[in-house]
């Protein structure tokens, strides 16, 4: 605000009333004057600093807006920052656990719970002499590629991948709330079928590449009751199982025949209708009293097993090129094998009668 | 002289003139504020002619914090031969834009972004 005409016209009327001698009838008149000469003097300072100080507050007012702004920006970028991070965490993780994660169920040292459920283990026969005389580059990128392929598997059924260890990997099913526990020991299995099929032609693959041995995986599966829960240091917790029933899974693990499946009777009883399997006898694990029944899958009962060598189209069919070994052909792979070789012969008898 | 709290500090150094910001400052109020405000007073006053704060490990200031740097901008106005050097980072998104914004309230304070 400009007040420098307002001064200058005060300044006339004070010089004048200081120069002219008054009349008596204006002296106090022009004392009343002088007085409110000065009261608008104090006024006018006053303004001029209520003026200041409403700039600085409009500044600090911008200031503050411009810095709320900013912080708001800096929220958004994060934000964005956490819900990418969330999204690959949804990847890495199964559904279940990722859920349990973001609603904060997973508090260390929370409540462990007791729950049946399906374990699977699974690893590589002879992987020590196998790997002996690998460099440390072709190891690395074998146990990736075997280890993207498998858990890959394990997502797609829907199974926890508890951990890898060494060559081996555990899995287990049956832990999501409100899941039918047959369907989730079958998908178990399932999953067991697929391993052992991807083993096939991952083996079939490294053999391509020069890659000499006898690649194959045993499986153990196991249903019974675990502790489940988040278990170790506040620093680093897994999600694990523990149990006599993980052990026992373990245990079946070792005693499967290359390239097989052995699943317990507790497991057995709920895929039977769905699986067909071979009576392999009781046997005596540590941990467990009584002797457990031991069964080795054959197949998934209907299915298109044959699949594993054969693709078919429309034109026809693609066998894949098959290197079969009496010694060590295993019961599942001997199966898919004929399947697909029925399969192949129905589809040329077909073709045949055709024409 | 230094306040701390549970994730932040503000400490000063009387032999090396320097303040130091560092943590997440997030009080409630100027009031909560003002222990903060009194200090980086008594500090300008100590110093015989420069104070150097170091807001570059100060990842977030909220509103009433910048207010009470805006006010303690607004003091500086009034101290006799001082001057005030800020030194804040681009890497801390806020800092650039609000400390830059108390070079509006007096020409005693130099800031340095690295």
Redesign the interface.
Known sequence: MDYSEFDQEIGIVSDLLETQAPLSAFEEGARWMKQMISHMRNLKQLLEQTHRELADLRLMHESTIEHATEIENELEHKNARITELTYRLRKYLPEALYDQVMDGQLESGGPHLRKRLTILFSDIVEFTTLTDHLEPEMLSEILNSYFDSMAGLVNKWGGVIDKFIGDAVMVFFGDKAGSDFKIETEKCVLLAIEMQQQMTLLRQRWADDGLLGDWRIRIGINTGYCTLGSFGSEKRMDYTIIGGQVNAASRLEHMAPPGGILISGSTHLLVADRIECLPRGAVTLKGIHQPVDTFEVVRERDSAAHRAFLDESERGFHLRSVRFDHATASRIERAELRLACQRALQILQETESDS | MSIKGDNYSVEFNGTSNLIVFSGVLRLQGKEHYQAIYDLLVKAVNEVSSTLKIDMTKLE????SG??SL??FA?YLRSVVGKRVIITGTTTI??QA??LA??L??TDKIELKLI
């Open positions: 977030f200031l909220n509103s910048i207010s805006c006010l607004i998104a806020w834009k609000s914004n108390l509006k309230f």
